[in-house]
């Protein structure tokens, strides 16, 4: 049975803040990766960050897991297997077949997936005509800002069809960790045990393919510094702040979010790496903000009942302070 957990104004609005965090701080993952990927290749990269994730997540938080219920080891274990190793594992290897233009486009779908699985297997959202019509201004913004500067669309369909296996994976586990939440255990306790069933996974294919890292060149500088922060702070805290957003403010408003990575890469592409914006990515821009704050606005309505209901309060305190 779930546990019925009342979210207070304040923790709907640190959930928020947890979740732009998140996105801000991926959107950046990228210039890490790349000088990373100089000696490393994707799958040695994802097994030491989450590695040192899992280390950290335990230091933080060393007690031992209490499941309440029989199957909760199993949704766990699902959560860390998709969203932590599978999803990353298919989009890495996705960048093999397909170009980076392509993924970026399709893993922007992410919210729209979410909103499906939520919907189908939850029931805890409708399918609003408002998210829609933020999905096609945000994918059409989107596709501005990767094309932008591309003679032509270049179609692979291996990678692409890994890309969109990515995205389901990641659908599955922003549902699996709602469910989760529901239970009431403890987000920096749950992460934790996502990371260990999620690290797992990564040695098994590690070992498989032959790919173990060399420890001597890890720790080398610069490379130990960006393992350190994509371990640390890109993978452990992330994933504990994402999922405080998924237990605040739900599944689907935190997807949203997604939206924004594309936007944030340019800004800091142009601040650090002195990039240009060309118009076409300023319209993608425009585009991919309006989808957002088309998804995530919301009317309220109050019923005529309500209202009377509040004119009778207001009444009976102006009489009371007489």
Known sequence: ??????????????????????????????????????AFTPMQILLVR??????????????????????????????????????YYLENTALVYTSASNVGVIVATAPFFTLL????????????????????LSMLGISLISYSGQAELALNPLGDL??????????????????????????LLATRT????????????????????????IVQAPYIYHFLFLGLIASALCFVFWNFGLKS???????FYLYLSPVITIVFSVIFLGEVI????????????SGLLVSE?????????????????????KYNGK
């Open 297 to 317: 606005y919301k009317r309220e309505r109050r019923k005529p009942e309500m209202l009377k209901q509040a004119r009778q309060e207001r009444k009976k305190e």
């Open 50 to 87: 989450t590695i040192l994730g899992c280390l950290f997540l335990f230091l933080c938080n060393p007690s031992k897991m209490v499941y309440k219920h029989k199957g909760d080891r199993l949704i766990l274990a699902g959560s860390g297997l998709c969203g932590i190793f599978l999803y």
């Open 117 to 136: 699985a939520v919907h189908f297997i939850l029931k805890e959202e409708q399918l609003k005509a408002q998210y829609f019509v933020g999905f096609v």
């Open 194 to 217: 996502m990371f260990f069933y999620a690290l797992l996974g990564m040695v098994i294919a590690n070992l498989l393919h032959g790919d173990l890292p060399s420890l001597p060149l």
């Open 162 to 187: 890994l890309a969109v296996l990515g995205i389901v994976v990641w659908a599955f586990y922003t549902t699996l960790t709602r469910i989760v939440s529901r239970r009431g255990y403890p987000t």
């Open 249 to 255: 403010i739900g599944a689907v408003k935190s997807s």
């Open 1 to 38: 049975m779930d546990t019925i957990t009342v979210i207070l104004p304040r923790t709907r609005v640190m959930g928020h803040l947890a979740i732009l965090t998140v996105v801000l701080i991926w959107a950046t993952t990228y210039i890490s990766t790349k000088i990373l990927l100089d």
């Open 278 to 289: 060309t118009p076409t990515s300023a319209i993608g821009t425009a585009l991919t903000l």
